[in-house]
């Protein structure tokens, strides 16, 4: 009768598989302690970064993953934004339309109500509506629009005042100047 021998293959180890410590390091309590000196991050979690061109055992030697040749695999090449590959642009092939003025002036606007909130006969101007936080943009112009109803009587210096501002403030006994 034939004998049975073990298996030639040897048993590869499992994720997962290890044995529990039995007994602690000398000098050590049972029980793992943390201190700063033993912090660790988690097992794989922190990887090596990969370094490319540093010879042929290291994965990514010789052309460092950029191929051969070609405008790609030259230093220094990066890609304009909205590069279509020599395609004409989309930026290009949308119509265009209307008239754009370079001269244009953009205001930062407030609201009559919102000013209901200084004291009577204050003096309102562009630095003490900055101060309080009415107007984000330091170097706007200020417009003061005529939405809302003017409870209180001041003088206000904007740098521009729509028609139905101009006739609120005066309604309600204020005043107001276009600062240049």
Known sequence: MAKQVPSARKRT????????ATT?????????TFTLSTLKPPMGSRKKKVRVGRGMGSKLGKTAGAGNKGQ????????RRGFEGGQM???????????H????????VINLEELNVFPEGETITPELL???????????????????ELTVKFAIHAHAF????????????????VVA
């Open 130 to 148: 900055r101060a309080h936080g009415f107007i984000r943009r330091a170097k706007d112009p200020i417009k003061v629009l005529g939405d809302g």
């Open 89 to 99: 642009p989309l930026h290009r092939r949308m119509p265009k339309r209307g008239f």
């Open 13 to 20: 180890k499992k994720r997962g598989d290890h044995k529990p």
């Open 24 to 32: 602690a390091p000398k000098g050590t309590n049972s029980r793992r």
């Open 162 to 177: 729509s028609q139905s501002a101009k006739d609120k403030i005066t309604a309600a006994g204020g005043t107001f100047e």
């Open 101 to 108: 003025s370079p001269f244009r002036v953009e205001y930062s």
């Open 72 to 79: 790609k695999s030259r230093r220094g090449y990066s890609r």
